[in-house]
């Protein structure tokens, strides 16, 4: 069984700084891309961040490109997301992703 779950969310005033987890069991994330979206109240789900299998490669939506990090330790089978500068606008659920599989999501609300 297949499970991403998430973890390092909170609250955090505009200028700060977070990192999320992302932490697979069923599932090796170096062998797949892993990607975060987030969902903004009332928004849809939007893509955030992609770091490829050999880790060569990340892609960053236009929006915290400069802000963030994503990355993957394989020795603990998980993934990060530091998320530095925060706007209110970062405010939503992040999710973990793995081909098929999500995580549950992680709350993260940025204050002004």
């Known amino acids: 069984q297949v499970q991403l779950v998430e973890s390092g969310g909170g609250e955090v005033q505009a200028g700060g700084s977070l990192r999320l987890s992302c932490a697979a069991s069923g599932r090796t994330l170096s062998e797949h891309l892993t990607s975060w979206f987030r969902q903004a109240p009332g928004k849809g789900r939007e893509f955030v961040a992609r770091i490829t299998w050999n880790k060569n490669v990340t892609y960053y939506h236009v929006s915290v490109k400069g802000r963030f990090t994503v990355s993957r330790d394989d020795a603990k089978n998980t993934a990060f997301l530091q998320m530095s500068s925060l706007r209110p606008e970062d405010s939503g659920v992040y999710y973990c992703?793995?081909?098929?599989?999500w995580g549950q999501g992680t709350q993260v609300t940025v204050s002004s």
């Open positions: 992703n793995s081909g098929d599989f």
